[in-house]
Every structure is written in structure tokens, then in C-alpha cells.
């Protein structure tokens, strides 16, 4: 009688343990992170095949004024253009994976009410905003470039075709494309990575 006593006490601990242990409360910011990591994803395969054909558009592209200038022209800008897709892609499974990891990061541990702002959405969007602007600036930097190293047919390449009173001017407009569009993509990663982490940061405070 006496061990089924124990037995009883004992159960009934251990149900009043698990009760004392249960949280019923439910963490919306880390469902909104888990969220907004799923976005990320499928805006990134959204974009990807309209990065494709516009990175295929920069590797093909002819200068309309004068067609011996090409994007190989431009110093190193073929290079980076054709691992744009790679970034990009890399870039928006990245933002997803951590998004997701800071969701169940913060649904696993204590509860707390969401601080999204205005400010954090905005660097979130910039992210893709500054890509897509990327690809819509740079075939009429190309061209705006192209035109100014065909003022004078000769020596387009050295940029010996320009005025000779712009000293230096040449070489830096051959790697001015490639200047714009590594700052453009380097925006879009400062952007993103402070977005996601003032995101998750403010969730958890």
C-alpha cells in the first residue's frame, strides 16, 4: 500500500512539473521572420530568371554608335557580370536561411512582442530595389559611356579618342560600369543584411 502511495505522489509531481513548464504563448515575431525568410525565397526565384536574361543582355552587348566596343571594352566588367547570378542568388537563399534561423531562434526562446518599423521594411526592399535598378541603369550607363569614348573614332579603347585637355578621363570612364555595378550590388547586401538584423534584433529586445 505504501508503494502505491509513493507511486501516486510521485505521478502527481511530475504532472504538476509539466503543467508549471508549459507555455501556451504563441511568439509573433518569430512566425513574422519565419515569414518574411519564406518572401525572400520566392522573390529570389522570382527574380532570378529576369537577372539571367538581363546578365545574358550585358554579356551581348554592342555599343550602337560605334560597334567595336562591347562589354569586354569595359575593365573587368564581363568578370563580374557573370557572377552577378550567382551573388544574387546566393544572396536571397542567405537572407531567407538566417530570416528562418532568427524565426525559430526567437519562437524557441522567451516570448516578446514584435518592434517591425517602417525603417527596417524599408532596408528590407532596398535590398531587391537596388538590383532591379542596377539592371535597368547599367545598358544606358553603357551606352551613355560608349558615346562619350566615340566622339572621335581612334584609339576608343584608350580612350585616346577624347579630348586631350580630359586628362585621365579615359580610363576611368572604361571602369566606371564596372564601379557602378559592384556598388549597386554591394548596396543591396548592406541594405538586406542591416534590414534582417535590426529585424531580428528588434523582435528580441
Known sequence: MKYFKIWGERLVATGKAMREDERGEVNISGILLMGIGMVFLAVGFI???????????LLDWICTANTSITDATFTGFSSVVGITPLLVLVGFLAAGVFAMYLGV??????????????????????SMVFIAIALIILPVALEAICSVLSNNSGGVNTGQGLNAT??????????????VLISFIGGAIVSGFFGIKKLGAGSMG
Open 47 to 57: 527574380m532570378f530568371p529576369i537577372v539571367t536574361d538581363s546578365t545574358d543582355a
Open 105 to 126: 531562434k526567437i519562437s524557441k526562446g522567451a516570448a516578446g512582442g514584435t518592434s517591425l518599423n517602417l525603417g527596417t521594411m524599408i532596408l528590407l526592399a532596398l
Open 166 to 179: 580630359y586628362v585621365g578621363l579615359g580610363p576611368i570612364l572604361l571602369v566606371t560600369p564596372l564601379l
